[in-house]
């Protein structure tokens, strides 16, 4: 009923850069906040970034991201984007969409997750 579908993932060298997408779709009422986090081998999953889509658009960062990724968001499309440069071999990952909103045939706030995208960062 409700899917988020992740692109963008791919091998990239230590300083380069790749875009994340995650298109929200389905039977939704409203979005809240939109996230991505990031799961390495044998490590937990850890937030990466997070954008209120109501609102303001106030964003929040993982500390080891901050000044090289921006999280962005198109309310038109039910899209979030992370723009991610100065990647580091420890940016490897796979990287999930996250989004909390309200499915029109519950009209209760749900947690939804997308299938999620390995980004490699290797030389």
């Known amino acids: 009923q409700v899917q988020l579908v992740e692109s963008g993932g791919g091998l990239v060298q230590p300083g380069g850069s790749l875009r994340l997408s995650c298109a929200a779709s389905?039977?939704?009422?409203?979005?809240?906040?939109m996230a991505w986090y990031r799961q390495a081998p044998e490590k937990e999953r850890e937030l990466v970034a997070r954008i209120d889509v109501n609102g303001g658009g106030s964003t929040n960062y993982a500390d080891a991201v901050k000044g090289r990724f921006t999280i962005s968001r198109d309310n038109a499309r039910n899209t979030v984007y992370l723009e991610m440069s100065s990647l580091k071999p420890e940016d490897t990952a796979v990287y999930y969409c996250?989004?909390?909103?309200?499915?029109?045939?519950?009209?209760?706030?749900?947690?939804?997750w997308g299938q999620g995208t390995q980004v490699t960062i290797s030389s």
């Open positions: 389905g039977r939704i009422f409203s979005i809240n906040v």
């Open positions: 996250y989004a909390k909103l309200v499915p029109s045939w519950t009209l209760h706030l749900s947690d939804y």
